[in-house]
């Protein structure tokens, strides 16, 4: 699954149609979280179209998704309306309210050095998801 998370986020980064320096980074840096090697990596690049069934995502891992989408949109400063259709329709996939978005939006892009309290907005985040 950390392949088709990476790929989410490659996607997400590539909707604007210009994948910034700072994007690269962090979309390395969350594989490298994930325990990926630098060719799994460089492979999400090279062909992000391959996306396992979200379905089997635990509740953990469908947060830990939404939110790096969230951190993904802020980190170039710009938000396109693309990006925010693409997160909402992710977001949706996963199983959340579409009010989860902004929620997540407000917190995440309330954080200037994106260090929200990941414990404490998760159980906020938590109440969108629908059962």
Known sequence: ??????????????????????????????GEANGMSSNEISSCFEDPSLIEDLDGLTDDD???YIYN????????????????RFCARLASKLGYDEDVLMELMLKI??????SADKTALKSTIQQYLKK
């Open 1 to 30: 699954m950390a392949r088709t998370h990476l790929n989410l986020l490659v996607q997400l980064a590539r909707v604007d149609g210009i994948v910034v320096q700072d994007e690269i980074d962090l979309i390395k840096q969350i």
């Open 62 to 64: 469908k947060y830990e």
């Open 69 to 84: 989408i969230v951190q993904l949109m802020k980190i170039d400063g710009r938000l396109y309306k693309e990006e925010i």
């Open 109 to 114: 892009y309330s954080d200037p050095d994106i």
